[in-house]
């Protein structure tokens, strides 16, 4: 019995856990969440299910953030993650913070091709209060009747706040930020009665953040939900439980990102459930339709993409030794690489963008448009905004305010250097704030004087940045796509060289322990 035979038992084993015998079948809830256009993992969730379904009732759901992540994203506005998810004959699917990257009308322009039912409870239009998708739908599984609700985080309003105002600053779209769980509740109270198990597709994630509206968190405030499938912050979980408002368990669920795993909630014939993930990495299996679509569209991004921008001789890095995301919370030679180029293209004094566009490593040597493009995969362009010196360091003290926790508007800047004392209260930490002068020394920056800075649309329409740059003065606006700055400065002005000079973060940053 050779090894390779030996891995599939070992998998078919895995995939049917908790499932019985043909005539005791279970219901098996196939979930992911945060795919970010990991295109090559569908055909491999096709065939899972369908194994699955040869021994249980089977359905698949993802819990959001699937449109952007990568240049099959990114180069299409959606679209062929759409003609992929097409093919993929979802249950039902919610909304995550990152299908509002193309502004909503392009989102809503993609989901009229889309096939599936989309759920989400807190996605209403700001004039008329009406919710843009339903909140829920019930769907028969096997001999169950499962009732799927929606919901995104409310966050959303900030990280992509400009997907939500047209560009007169109307409010078009709300998400309910102050009544997420009351709307979640509601939407349970529906249907309980007509269901056998209520399943929420959640992208709110596990994690803390401003609005106060976390998946743990509405657990805890709600009643009737049995199952909890999350998403947003790339959490790997295979089972958590959290009891809700009337001290009830409710299983909780996450698979991570990209597809490295799947998600597989089990509902036994004897109504018990469980969770669990499925690794993907060395699944042999594709479903054959599903791949060619995929096929068809890696090949068109192939060609796209596959074109030489630069020889890098080293390794541009946005990950720390432990895996963490080093760009959040300290400056990384990949963020040098690409603050330079938003400095240098357009010409500002100096240039700040947050470390949450920045996606990616990339490896030391040929590198190609669909890597750069992969590193800075989001529709974002560089502009130039006009600053006061005690705006900018009232923008540092927002942005660092969590060192070292990983924070999404951590600054990765150029012609700048400053240091974060820990030692001192937040919101007086930053010292020794200096810009690049004409002679390529540095100056102490003048509090009274403006400043030329470069940046992303995302920071200064009230995505990024703490919504600090939303009153500044545009001096110049939508100059270059981000991906595309960074061609043209590693082409033009590296000479399709990166060398030695980013080997290592420049020293622009410095960081004082408590």
Do not use: W
């Not at 014939?269 to 060395?282: A, F």
């Amino acid at each position: 019995m050779n090894n390779r035979y030996l891995v599939l038992l070992a998998i078919i084993s895995m995939v049917v856990t908790g499932c019985q015998t043909m005539n005791d079948k279970s219901t098996v809830v196939l979930f992911e969440n945060d795919v970010h256009c990991g295109v090559e993992g569908y055909a491999k969730m096709a065939a899972l299910r369908d194994m699955v379904a040869d021994t249980a009732y089977t359905c698949l759901v993802s819990d959001g953030d699937y449109l952007q992540g990568g240049p099959a994203g990114a180069l299409s506005k959606g679209e062929y993650i759409i003609d992929i998810m097409n093919k993929m004959r979802f249950t039902a699917v919610t909304l995550g913070n990152h299908e509002f990257d193309y502004k909503t009308p392009r989102m809503l322009e993609l989901f009229d091709r889309f096939k599936s039912p989309v759920v989400c409870v807190n996605l209403v239009d700001a004039a008329t209060g009406k919710r843009v998708y339903p909140e829920s739908i019930i769907r028969k599984v096997g001999k169950k009747y499962i009732g799927f609700v929606g919901v995104v985080t409310p966050t959303s309003l900030y990280t992509e706040e400009y997907a939500f105002y047209d560009d007169q600053g109307v409010k078009l779209y709300d998400l309910c930020e102050k009544t997420v769980y009351e709307q979640v509740q509601k939407a349970v109270n529906k249907i309980r009665k007509k269901v056998d198990y209520v399943v929420v597709l959640s992208h709110l994630g596990e994690e803390p953040n401003e609005t106060n509206v976390d998946s743990h968190g509405l657990i805890q405030a709600t009643t009737g939900i049995d199952v909890v499938l999350d998403g947003h912050t790339h959490s790997e979980i295979p089972q958590e439980i959290v009891m809700n408002k009337d001290g009830k368990p409710v299983l909780i669920a996450q698979t991570g990102t990209k597809y490295k795993n799947a998600g597989k909630l089990v509902i036994r014939r004897d109504g018990t459930m469980s969770t669990e993930l499925v690794s993907l990495k060395d699944y042999p299996y594709q479903d054959q339709q599903v791949r060619m679509a995929t096929d068809s569209v890696l090949n068109v991004l192939n060609a796209q993409t596959s074109r030489v921008i630069c020889q890098s001789e080293v390794e541009l890095k946005i990950l720390d030794a432990e895996g963490k995301q080093q760009v959040r919370y300290a400056e990384t030679n990949a963020g040098d690489l690409v603050a330079d180029a938003y400095r240098i293209v357009s010409g500002a004094d100096f240039a700040m963008t947050n470390g949450g566009g920045v996606r990616v490593n990339l490896p030391k040597g040929q590198l190609t448009y669909g890597d750069m493009v992969t590193m800075l995969p989001f529709d974002n362009n560089v502009c130039v905004i006009d600053i006061t010196g005690a705006q900018l360091k009232d923008l540092l003290e927002t942005c660092t305010q969590y060192t070292p926790v990983e924070f999404g508007d951590f600054p990765q800047v150029s012609g700048i250097k400053f240091t974060i004392d820990k030692s001192r209260a937040v919101g007086n930490r930053i010292t020794d704030l200096v810009i690049l002068n004409k002679s390529g020394a540095y100056d102490p920056v003048q509090m009274d004087h403006t400043y030329c800075m470069a940046t992303i649309d995302y920071c200064v329409t009230g995505g990024g940045f703490g919504g600090k740059l939303k009153q500044n003065n545009i001096a110049k606006s939508a100059i270059i796509l981000y991906s595309e700055c960074l061609i043209k400065y590693v082409m033009e002005n590296l000479g399709g060289h990166i060398g030695q000079e980013y080997a290592t973060p420049q020293g622009r940053i410095k960081i004082i322990e408590k």
